[in-house]
């Protein structure tokens, strides 16, 4: 029979397969029909383990237009930045370590408290490519002042004996002979022509209760003044003593104005033999020789917290100098004021954390006696957290207008004894708020809207912090310090009376901007990995619509850190501003910026020329 043959297709590719089956000589039907659907898609392999961290980057960068100038004695910051007319710049040594026994070229050694002067160079003609320090390495290089241009000149040290019976940094009782203390704490430096060529140099002590000196300098040569008079401490008696007196500035008429840096955040705590720093008001009733347990009389604490004006009194002994409080200007905790060349506005800053930046404005220019007081609000740039980026807006917010009689007749209302606690509470605070705004505030718990219970702004004036944030002002800024201008460049873009001159602007050291700066609350919110590090933020100088001079923005100019949290020393980029305080504008717009710090092994002296300007 017949046997039917079989065959087969060899594999061959799918597509060739499918044009021989679609062949007209096979006549294979179906080979019309529609394509099938895609496949599943294979699930993803597993991720590859993280490769290895990248070495740490260099940390030897500088910021663009950084210098180092100065570097101070251990333990030491350096207070008192100012630019004389001689163009010598005057530098202070303050708490050095009493460790240090190095001397240094003139045979001075650095272990207290130090008063001082950088000569032998014109810093009104600081050569841009002068030679930037190298960071002190060993132990004598630690311990003394260097500076990368001229020589530091010591003038006084705290225990020098001076001519009126004292010595340098003693801090005398309200009886003028009791001695509290010796201080080890020079600070703010105001330097005044003594009409012969010389000059009278009022120094801060910043201690509790607060002193001052005053020494009478002259015959500058290349290696420093060669006359030197250690006159005295300036008697605050007539203003029932001072406190804590940090930086300061001259005003445009000649006299020193020094700043009350109040430590108290709260009032009630000036009653309150349980807080941590109640010796700080005990040591005020040694001062008036109360009793020092609260059984009798006790210091007003409405008399503390102002700005203080030194009289020029060039003919006058130094125990007859004029002093003056500027209660128009707020009680807070004062690092500095500086008066603008209208001569009717001063910016105020406010040291501490969860504080504000004030404004006053006289009513006379050249007259601080009465005025109006602000309060800054603040407006971050949207979207931005960076500290290098973030500008902050400024509005600001009209507090009170009143004069020094009446401002000092409401102090004298709380004089009183330990158990009267006679201070303005924080309801009292909010009644007035209310009052002023006409509007119920969340600073209590009613819903109505309270009156005033004072008969005048008292409130303002007396307890401005409060006041300030409970009127809507920000009270957010961490360790606001030095606010600064150059009086000449300023003044030169004002009375030119246009703004499209040289513009002139206002500097701010933020020693910090952790905690209440970068807290994720409020008006400012950075980003604080830096925090502890610092800021300093610049002010464009404007002409506002009432014809006075203003700022609007505050940019931030340089930014210190890396901060280094595992380092235990210099925990801030050694290379970079750490704690910003003392600032001060040379001629030509250059910034001088010096350290408070204690993440750098040696404070710093910096030049800053400002990139951006």
Known sequence: MLRKKSFRLLALPAAITAAILCTPLLLLTGCDGDDGDDGVDGQAGIDGTDGSDGADGITNYIPVGLKRLATAPLGAEFTGLYLN?????????????????????????????????IVGQDFSALPENFGALDLPVTTAEKEVVMTAVGSYQVLTQQGDALDDGSMMGDIIALD????????NDPDFNGVISDGNGGFYLYTNWEDRPGSMSRIQVGGLTDTGYTTITQEGMIDFSSVGGTWVNCFGTVSPWNTPLSSEELYFDD??????SEYEYFSN??????????????SGNWPNPYDYGYIVELGNATDAAVANVTVNKFETMGRFSHENSVVMPDQRTVFLSDDGTGVVFFKFVADVAGDMSAGTLYAAKITQTSGVNDPAEAALGIEWIELASMDEADIEAAIDSFDGTFADANYITDEQVCDWAESKSGADLSCDEDVTVDANPFSDD????????????????????????GVNINYGLASTWWNGGAADGDQAYMYMAMS??????????????LNGD????????????????????????MVPAIVGGPYYADRSVNECNINNISNPDNLLILDDGRVIIGEDTG???????????????
Request: hydrophobic residues 35%; aromatic residues 10%; negative net charge.
């Open 599 to 613: 993440n750098h092994e040696n404070n710093v002296v910096w030049v800053f020329d400002d990139p951006a300007i």
């Open 530 to 553: 830096n925090g502890k590090c610092g800021v300093v933020y610049r002010m464009k100088l404007m002409r506002n619509a009432q014809g006075e001079v203003d700022v609007k923005t």
């Open 267 to 272: 009032t009630a705590d000036w009653f309150n």
């Open 85 to 117: 007319s001689d163009n010598t710049l005057f530098l202070n040594v303050q708490h050095p370590s009493s460790s240090n026994t190095t001397a240094d070229s003139a045979g001075k050694v650095f272990d207290k408290g130090t008063v001082g002067v």
């Open 176 to 183: 003028g002979t009791t001695l509290i203390k010796s201080s």
């Open 281 to 294: 008001p005990q040591s005020l009733a040694t001062y008036f020789g109360y009793p020092t347990d609260g």
């Open 512 to 525: 910090s901007f952790d905690k209440t700066m970068s807290d994720d609350e409020g008006d400012i919110q």
């Open 458 to 481: 008292r409130v303002a004036y007396l307890e401005s912090r409060k006041a300030a944030v409970a009127l809507g002002a920000t009270g957010e800024f961490r360790k606001m310090e």
